[in-house]
């Protein structure tokens, strides 16, 4: 099963607010030649992790049907996060900033890699204790295991730190 989260907190120029621009990108992925969209979640709202005063996310998860690699999905998702008007600057504390988009690979048919350097690191890291990648994920793979430590989902949404915030939209 290939799994990606997608999130953003803030509005898209192009596209609008954060649901809409998250919304437009799966379409995009649905619509590239290499992908297609099998089931997407709920959108769900989450405070942001760490805590901090920047707007809260929208989070969801779809899961893909692809003849691209782990890595050629990324590139892709990386093309799709430009579009719709996302700027990678490596290094420059990208790490738990606010964004327009970020599609994240979460898991790519249970494969395991630590490389990270060309390469997706597999499953993402952290994503077993974020409330906003489970609880989407559920409404998609509820039956998912991790291909690290295999633990269920269920298992995982119970061991989630309770200060985590996340809540479903609703009409989503």
Known sequence: MIL???GANLPSERFGSAIETCSHAL???NAHPNTKVLDNSRWFES???PPSDQPWFINGVASLKTDL???GLLDVLHEIESQCGR??????GEKN????????????????????QKKPILPHPRMDTRAFVLLPMADVAPDW????????????????????????????
């Open 47 to 49: 405070a942001p992790v």
């Open 27 to 29: 379409g995009l992925i």
């Open 87 to 92: 700027e990678r600057r490596e290094g420059v």
């Open 69 to 71: 690699s782990a890595t």
């Open 145 to 172: 295991r991790h291909p690290r430590t295999k633990q269920t989902l269920d298992e995982l949404i119970k061991a989630l730190n309770p200060d985590q915030v996340a809540r479903a939209v609703e009409g989503t």
């Open 97 to 116: 900033a606010p964004r327009v988009l970020d599609l994240d690979l979460l898991d790519f048919n249970g494969e395991l890699s630590i490389n990270g």
């Open 4 to 6: 990606i989260g997608i």
